[in-house]
Nanobody, 118 residues
Framework: QVQLVESGGGLVQAGGSLRLSCAAS????????MGWYRQAPGKQRELVAT???????SYADSVKGRFTISRDNAKNTVNLQMNSLKPEDTAVYYC????????????WGQGTQVTVSS
């Protein structure tokens, strides 16, 4: 089992910045991709950004150029730097990781609230 704990959410004005962090613990081996999803009220959970163990990143079109995902494999952490925040970025942000052994296991954090005021 892998446990993921997010931190860094909060309330910020439009145009501001926040940095989310996620720390993995437990049976941490064979972790492949790590990433962030978000879910706004009344909407489906959507992918924000992912990063592989080799450092390859991908982003949702809506956050490209504003958000940056990074990862420290030695510390088993993944971060999301969010700049130029917009009210539509308001959501609960979830950290996720994929563990690949004889099967693929996807783990989720409990989520952290990000609220962007206009």
């Amino acid at each position: 089992q892998v446990q993921l704990v997010e931190s860094g959410g909060g309330l910020v004005q439009a145009g501001g910045s926040l940095r989310l962090s996620c720390a993995a613990s437990g049976s941490i081996f064979s972790i492949d991709a790590m990433g962030w999803y978000r879910q706004a009220p009344g909407k489906q959970r959507e992918l924000v950004a992912t990063i592989t163990s080799g450092g390859t990143t991908s982003y949702a079109d809506s956050v490209k150029g504003r958000f940056t995902i990074s990862r420290d494999n030695a510390k088993n952490t993944v971060n999301l730097q969010m700049n130029s925040l917009k009210p539509e970025d308001t959501a609960v942000y979830y950290c996720t990781c994929t563990q690949v052994t004889i099967a693929r296991y996807v783990y989720w954090g409990q989520g952290t609230q990000v609220t962007v005021s206009s």
